[in-house]
């Protein structure tokens, strides 16, 4: 396994301590000094409407001053687009419907695209030419002053990463506010939750057409990870506190409670367990793909455990706990936690990549 040089954390809810995130960062970087012990060299990257690079060596951290981006919070997907001999850090502005193409190495903004209206999620197409938005319709939220809009949405924008233009619009139809997406590994297909509707739909990458549909019956199907041989899609459902099972082959569903607040979902580098954040409950639940069963729960370590995330190499998972403002780091195999982070601002997103 390569080591791993980043962790992006794709999107943090803005809140007044924006214009104080320089006086956790060096708390922040001696943790993850700790942390670092034997590894190789860390980057963190924190994104909430400006981005802050934090690069780590075993033992010492050099912190990089912060770059703004927009008002809105923002996610964010990495893509090492070949054709452009470049990587390139998508970071979604929710409240100003656009997509800000990023230098992850110097935060040059090289790009401004137009989505739909409250953009949520993307995802890059693993070939690096493309990436996915969901237009989820509610923005303004986080807004200070601005009143909270929520318009269903219904499409997909689509990104050409190499020519930095839009590349078009997938229209769902009925399947209203998508969500949580994903791209198979041949870059053809398209998995994306749409809340609105209680489904889960499998699109054709190029076209945008309807491929397949799965109901979840679940209330708030939020976000969807496949397994790595892509047989299986595991779909955390916020509002009925449970994880979907979704067996490609033979179309099946099958709905595993596990707490409440069911949101968060990551699956192990080596496919063989789900973990999930439930963000009511404060909890952590771990699914064996095997079984479908869950063979562990326990504290997450902090309060609103909203994202999970495992490194590259499957050895650890990272909480973001939304409330308490921390990310808490666990040991994969023993699932014992290794460190606590404090943050502020409420971190959600994270994202992991390879060295390049």
């Known amino acids: 396994m390569r080591p791993f040089e980043n962790l992006l954390s794709a999107w943090l809810w803005p809140s007044r301590e924006i214009f104080r995130l320089g006086s956790i960062l060096p708390r922040m970087q001696r943790k993850l000094s700790l942390m670092a012990g034997g590894s190789?060299?860390?980057?963190?990257?924190?994104?909430?409407?400006?981005?802050?690079?934090?690069?780590?060596?075993?033992?010492?951290?050099?912190?990089s001053a912060g770059h703004r981006l927009g008002n809105a919070s923002a996610e964010s997907a990495r893509s090492a687009a070949k054709g452009a001999g470049q990587a390139i850090l998508v970071v979604l502005n929710k409240s100003d419907h656009e997509a800000a193409l990023v230098d992850p190495d110097t935060y040059q903004v090289l790009a401004k695209l137009p989505t739909g209206k409250g953009p949520h999620e993307v995802a890059a197409s693993p070939d690096g030419h493309s990436a996915y938005v969901s237009n989820y319709g509610s923005f303004g939220v986080f807004r200070p002053g601005e009143p909270a809009k929520v318009e269903p949405?219904?499409?997909?924008?689509?990104?050409?990463?190499?020519?930095?233009?839009?590349?078009?619009t997938f229209d769902l139809g009925s399947f209203t506010r998508p969500h949580g997406i994903w791209v198979s590994r041949d870059s053809q297909r398209v998995w994306v939750t749409c809340e609105g509707a209680q489904a889960v739909l499998e699109l054709d990458a190029q076209t945008g057409k309807v491929l397949k549909t799965w109901n979840t019956n679940q209330q708030t199907s939020h976000m969807v990870v496949p397994t790595p041989d892509e047989r299986k899609l595991y779909v955390a459902n916020i509002g009925s506190g449970s994880v979907s099972v979704i067996e490609r082959s033979h179309d099946g569903v099958a709905n595993l409670p596990t707490a409440a607040g069911a949101e968060g979902i990551a699956i192990s580098p080596d496919g063989r367990e789900v973990w999930v954040a439930n963000r009511g409950a404060n909890t952590l639940a771990v699914i064996s793909t095997a079984t479908d069963r869950i063979v562990a729960g326990f504290e997450s370590g902090g309060q609103m455990p909203i994202r999970v995330k495992f490194t590259p190499d499957g050895k650890q998972v990272w909480v973001s706990n939304a409330r308490s403002n921390n990310v808490t780091v666990f040991d994969a195999a023993k699932r014992q936690l290794l460190a606590t982070v404090e943050g502020g601002a409420a971190p959600v997103g994270i994202v992991a990549t390879p060295i390049r």
């Open 40 to 63: 190789p060299a860390l980057s963190l990257v924190v994104l909430l409407g400006l981005v802050v690079g934090l690069n780590l060596s075993t033992g010492s951290g050099q912190v």
């Open 153 to 168: 949405g219904h499409t997909i924008t689509v990104l050409d990463l190499q020519h930095r233009s839009v590349r078009g």
